[in-house]
């Protein structure tokens, strides 16, 4: 079982980016999705979720307004569409998945790297 995240890359304060996670060698319909971030010396933190069922989107008051979180069950994906970066939004972006019907998240994407310059 693998998600492999995709789409990060070096942009200016300001700009928009989109990060995606495709599923492989599972179907996440029924999991909760995720994305959380990491930079160096600090804990993953969490930045977006969204529900298998109503699709209810969940988000860290430091990204609210700024960043979505989608899915589309059809492509088995998770993606995250950042508007107005940061620099405070560098970071290495993982995508997560929970099992079937569960609350933690068991799966996780490798990383894709977000650089936000001023």
């Known amino acids: 079982v693998q998600l492999q995240a995709s789409g990060g890359g070096l942009v200016q304060a300001g700009e928009s980016l989109r990060v995606s996670c495709e599923g492989r060698?599972?179907?996440?319909?029924?999991?909760?999705l995720a994305w959380l971030r990491q930079t160096p010396g600090k804990e993953r933190e969490f930045v977006a979720a969204i529900s298998w069922s109503s699709f209810t989107p969940e988000y860290a008051d430091s990204v609210k307004g700024r960043f979505t979180i989608s899915r589309d069950d059809a492509k088995n994906t998770v993606a995250l569409q950042m508007s107005r970066l940061m620099p405070e939004d560098t970071a290495v972006y993982y995508c997560?998945?929970?099992?079937?019907?569960?609350?933690?998240?068991?799966?996780w994407g490798q990383g894709t790297l977000v650089t936000v310059s001023s």
């Open positions: 060698g599972r179907v996440f319909t029924t999991s909760r």
């Open positions: 997560a998945a929970t099992g079937s019907y569960g609350s933690a998240f068991i799966y």
